[in-house]
């Protein structure tokens, strides 16, 4: 799981050591040990949007919400991935987390898709959800919940420039996200005699 990875970078030896940067070559810096590519939390967003909804993202992410993936596991995945990339620092990352499971939360409405929001959650609804190795308050974890049970994104959680965006990506069929897994060879010569059903990362730019 992306936060028992994330505990284990800080807490368990992963975390660089006092001085460490001194004696590593500085022409070659491991990407999040650079200035990160986004400070800003509304143009990370767009970035994060923008990437799931490419081809590649797009439905494998909505079958692993079919398959009953939790929102928050996809989530941490995604978020550490663009750490590790040098996309955001930790504060960041933590930031981008409720805006991230909102777009998800709303790309799954669209299929009619029931979501699981973290693991375990019918079991320990009083607890609070811990996220990166930080408890996330009970009230935010279960507006997340309120979000998925009702299909309404709570107003502000997410930008209306990206919920419309939302709202006018093409559907997909629900028998394609509970279909077994294409060969590579029969993928490529299906994407070659149809047309693109995902628009072009220049949706934010209207």
Not at 150 to 163: D, F
Not at 166 to 178: F, G, K
């Amino acid at each position: 799981m992306a936060d028992q990875a994330y505990t284990d970078y800080i807490a368990q030896g992963k975390r660089p050591l006092a001085g460490q940067s001194l004696t590593r070559d500085a022409d070659t810096p491991a990407s999040y040990e650079k200035a990160p590519e986004y400070s800003n939390v509304h143009e990370a967003t767009e970035y994060l949007f923008l990437s799931v909804i490419e081809e590649k993202s797009y439905v494998p992410l909505l079958q692993a919400v079919a398959a009953r993936t939790p929102i928050m596991d996809l989530c941490q995945l995604i978020l550490f991935d663009g750490f590790q990339r040098g996309k955001w620092n930790p504060d960041l990352m933590l930031m981008l987390l409720e805006p991230l499971a909102y777009i998800i939360i709303a790309l799954a409405e669209r299929t009619d898709i029931d979501v699981v929001i973290y693991r375990g959650e019918d079991e320990d609804a009083e607890d609070e959800e811990e996220i990166f190795g930080v408890e996330m308050e009970s009230k935010r974890s279960e507006n997340l919940k309120k979000a998925a049970q009702s299909g309404k994104i709570p107003t502000g959680a997410v930008s209306q420039k990206i919920m419309k965006k939302i709202e006018e990506l093409p559907e997909v069929p629900a028998e394609s996200l509970l279909a077994p897994p294409v060969a590579p060879e029969e993928e490529e010569e299906a994407d070659a005699q149809q047309p693109s059903l995902m628009a072009p990362p220049s949706l934010l730019q209207a």
